[in-house]
């Protein structure tokens, strides 16, 4: 535990420090939602590669080979991201009219969006949880990897789709919509009564994931002034972890007790139906913010630049 404390306060906010270049680039241009596309499907990616690697060489050469091939990852991938120097975004100086406010990042906009990836943090730890303890109880442990690798698979899909097409419906729009559906993909699991079933039902809760993770990104970059935008970043990522961990506690002891598994699954529900309600009722927020910054939405079209 010690160790793993010390690892994950070390580990560079790379998504936030990623996020914050594209935007750099494509700020205002119809590529930045296929850029955001491009990270949540790396990101996806990730997921459902990284740990059959880990897994693998710790099988097969060392059982601590896993996680120094993690760390040699992280650290060599950081330090060729920290030399690519031509393409970190200058510091922007703050806006004089949001400085008289009461910050950049006390604002109902910001506040919403930071819910959302908090939202979206307890979706992930309640159904990793989930998913590996309801597969154990149906003396199936061994396919609890591959059960949420079906529902990473669904989200890296519909990033590829999301990315691809262009949309004209303006993001602050989007957000509400794709939460109601994840909101209502999610009661799904709560259906099923063996693996099978349950690798169906993660499909289209795995569907609205991406999407979902790319409109708040790009509605992060559009509404968020520029002084403080890599801070925006990265408190939304944190809060998504914060969800992660927090969630996935809770739920260990949840379907430890009679609810089991099914009592797990309630739980993203349950924070998704509220945040849903908080997107729709902030909506108008949204828009009016990103009006007001000067600032037009992205509406990716075409495919994401290499």
Do not use: K
């Not at 306060?9 to 998504?15: C, D």
């Not at 296929?34 to 499907?41: D, H, S, V």
């Not at 698979?153 to 999301?162: N, Q, R, V």
């Amino acid at each position: 535990m010690a160790a793993g404390l010390a690892a994950g306060a070390t580990i560079p906010q790379f998504g936030a420090l990623s996020a914050a270049r594209w935007s750099a680039l494509l700020h205002g241009r119809a590529e930045l939602t296929p850029a955001f596309a491009l990270e949540t499907i790396s990101n996806e990616a990730a997921f459902l590669l990284g740990p059959s690697l880990a897994v693998l060489t710790a099988t097969q050469v060392h059982p601590a080979a896993g996680t120094v091939l993690a760390g040699a990852l992280v650290v060599g991938a950081g330090l060729a991201f920290a030399a690519l120097r031509r393409t970190a975004p200058a510091p922007a100086p703050a806006d004089r009219t949001v400085a008289r406010g009461p910050g950049p990042l006390l604002t109902r906009n910001f506040a919403t969006l930071l819910a959302v990836n908090l939202a979206l943090g307890v979706f992930f730890g309640s159904m990793q949880v989930s998913v590996s303890a309801f597969a154990d109880v149906h003396h199936a442990a061994a396919a609890a990897g591959l059960l949420y690798g079906l529902m990473s698979a669904a989200s890296l899909l519909a990033g590829l789709a999301y990315g691809r097409h262009r949309r004209h419906t303006p993001p602050a729009a989007q957000l509400p919509l794709i939460l109601t559906f994840l909101t209502c993909a999610s009661l799904l699991p709560l259906l099923a009564n063996s693996p099978w079933q349950l690798g169906l039902a993660l499909l289209l809760p795995g569907a609205g994931v991406a999407p979902c993770i790319i409109v708040s990104s790009t509605l992060i970059e559009s509404v968020m002034d520029r002084s403080v935008l890599t801070q925006a970043f990265t408190w939304t990522n944190s809060a998504s972890v914060a969800g992660i961990a927090v969630s996935a506690a809770a739920v260990g002891r949840l379907v430890d007790g009679p609810g089991g598994p099914q009592a797990g699954f309630i739980v993203p529900f349950l924070a998704l139906t509220a945040t849903a309600a908080l997107t729709w009722s902030s909506r108008q927020a949204l828009t009016t913010g990103n009006t007001a910054s000067g600032q037009t939405p992205s509406t990716g079209s075409g495919r994401p630049r290499g």
